[in-house]
């Protein structure tokens, strides 16, 4: 059962364009929100997170749009770079804490092209 | 400083045998991870351990088992590698609560 499904699988966009990744989860306990990046050969690294009580967090050209009724949230990348050029993994933390770990969705490969 | 730090970074074994990765975390973080990421990058969660409990993701074959000495470390022991098991695992850290975690930079298992 795979609790929160990630769209799309791979992504091209355009330097200077906005990329758009979408999660949509089922357990309506989870309640926090994570954002992950992964460069080859690294670990995942924090990005950006949000609480299911905000709508919106934006840091820098990074921003979370979060629907709880629709049980979605999205990550968006204003002016893409090529240096964005990543694996990104939303997340979701389980009411249980630490000791549930996070779940993971599958991953958008993503290519911002010169 | 090198805030989570698995060794080694890559291990390439035979079928059969044992073998252990190690982690260490500088952190001060008092909950610590292990996660496989598979060929198709998929993460998923194989044991969480704080300084009262070990959780265990009930998909982890017995022959995994996580060992701590103290807080700042979390050790992975893999007996009878099969090729299954060939994958990237990461130690992670955070603090109570799994807010915030921290990955380290992963040890990708070859088994052959």
């Known amino acids: 059962q795979q609790q929160v499904k990630q769209s799309p699988q791979s992504l091209i966009v355009q330097k200077g364009g906005i990329s758009i990744i979408n999660c949509a989860y089922e357990?309506?306990?989870?309640?926090?929100f994570p954002w992950y990046q992964q460069f080859p050969g690294k670990g995942p690294a924090l990005l950006i997170a949000i609480r299911p009580d905000v709508s919106e967090k934006k840091e820098g050209r990074f921003t979370i749009s979060f629907n709880k009724s629709a049980k979605q949230f999205s990550l968006h990348i204003m002016d893409s770079q090529p240096g964005d050029s990543a694996t990104y993994f939303c997340a979701a933390r389980s009411p249980g804490g630490g000791a549930d770990g996070l779940t993971f969705g599958k991953g958008t490969h993503l290519i911002i092209q010169p | 400083d090198t805030a989570v730090s698995q060794t080694p970074k890559y291990l390439v074994t035979q079928m059969g045998n044992d073998k252990s990765i190690k982690c260490e975390q500088n952190?001060?973080?008092?909950?610590m991870y292990w996660y496989k990421q598979d060929s198709k990058k998929f993460l998923k969660i194989m044991f969480s351990?704080?300084?009262?409990?070990?959780?265990i993701n009930e998909t982890v074959p017995n022959r995994f088992s996580p060992k701590s000495p103290d807080k700042a470390h979390l050790n992975l022991h893999i007996n009878s590698l099969e090729l299954g098991d060939s994958a990237v695992y990461f130690c992670?850290?955070?603090?109570?609560?799994?807010?915030?975690?921290?990955f380290g930079s992963g040890t990708r298992l070859t088994v052959v």
């Open positions: 351990y704080n300084n009262k409990e070990l959780i």
């Open positions: 992670a850290s955070s603090l109570a609560g799994g807010y915030g975690y921290t």
């Open positions: 357990n309506t306990a989870f309640d926090y």
């Open positions: 952190l001060g973080h008092d909950t």
